[in-house]
T-cell receptor
Framework: NAGVTQTPKFQVLKTGQSMTLQCAQDMNHEYMSWYRQDPGMGLRLIHYSVGAGITDQGEVPNGYNVSRSTTEDFPLRLLSAAPSQTSVYFC???????????FGEGSRLTVL | AQRVTQPEKLLSVFKGAPVELKCNYSYSGSPELFWYVQYSRQRLQLLLRHISRESIKGFTADLNKGETSFHLKKPFAQEEDSAMYYCALAGANNLFFGTGTRLTVIP
């Protein structure tokens, strides 16, 4: 099993550009989520999904869109990147059996 | 409102010394708490959860409902314990994370 796979690992954008962070999991988990990690702020939830076709906002959703057309994929879209979105982004999926979150390796995004 | 507080951003201890990483929480219901760890150049991973009452890599954490705490402890720190540690609280549909504590074990 690959677990949770995120791409790209690194990305540099200019202000106003758009991009999509990809996330896929092969564990058949219903729950998936996106976090951003910033120094001194810990991990903050952006959006989450409890199953295909269902998404909801987390703590810091502004500037981000998500969709969940399949159980496996949960892409995160930045429609118009801003320097405040410079961060490390983590995708995670959760197993209902134990409540354990499985994380991707992270995507480091820099917005100039 | 749910909240997780980790008061120490940085913690340094000498190898072989005891270590305690503090975590306090705020939650109206019955809490389910976790510790996650991120070693250098590795992804975040679960270290332990209070329900399992396990000892992982020598770490333990006891839920103290009276003090609303879930401190992580290890009697003898090892160099390989150097990492970023996050305390997390399960909510209805997500995990709330603290701001993290970076532990450095000095050889």
């Amino acid at each position: 099993n690959a677990g949770v796979t995120q791409t790209p690992k690194f990305q540099v954008l200019k202000t106003g550009q758009s991009m999509t962070l990809q996330c896929a999991q092969d564990m058949n988990h219903e729950y998936m989520s996106w976090y951003r990690q910033d120094p001194g702020m810990g991990l903050r939830l952006i959006h989450y999904s409890v199953g295909a076709g269902i998404t909801d906002q987390g703590e810091v959703p502004n500037g981000y869109n998500v969709s969940r057309s399949t159980t496996e994929d949960f892409p995160l879209r930045l429609l118009s990147a801003a320097p405040s979105q410079t961060s490390v982004y983590f995708c995670a999926s959760l197993t209902a059996n134990t409540g354990e979150l499985f994380f991707g390796e992270g995507s480091r995004l820099t917005v100039l | 409102a749910q909240r997780v507080t980790q008061p120490e951003k940085l913690l340094s201890v000498f190898k072989g010394a005891p270590v305690e990483l503090k975590c306090n929480y705020s939650y109206s219901g019955s809490p389910e708490l976790f510790w996650y760890v991120q070693y250098s150049r590795q992804r975040l991973q679960l270290l332990l959860r209070h329900i399992s009452r396990e000892s992982i890599k020598g770490f333990t954490a006891d839920l103290n409902k009276g003090e609303t705490s879930f401190h992580l402890k290890k009697p003898f720190a090892q160099e390989e314990d150097s990492a970023m540690y996050y305390c997390a609280l399960a909510g209805a549909n997500n995990l709330f994370f603290g701001t993290g504590t970076r532990l450095t074990v000095i050889p």
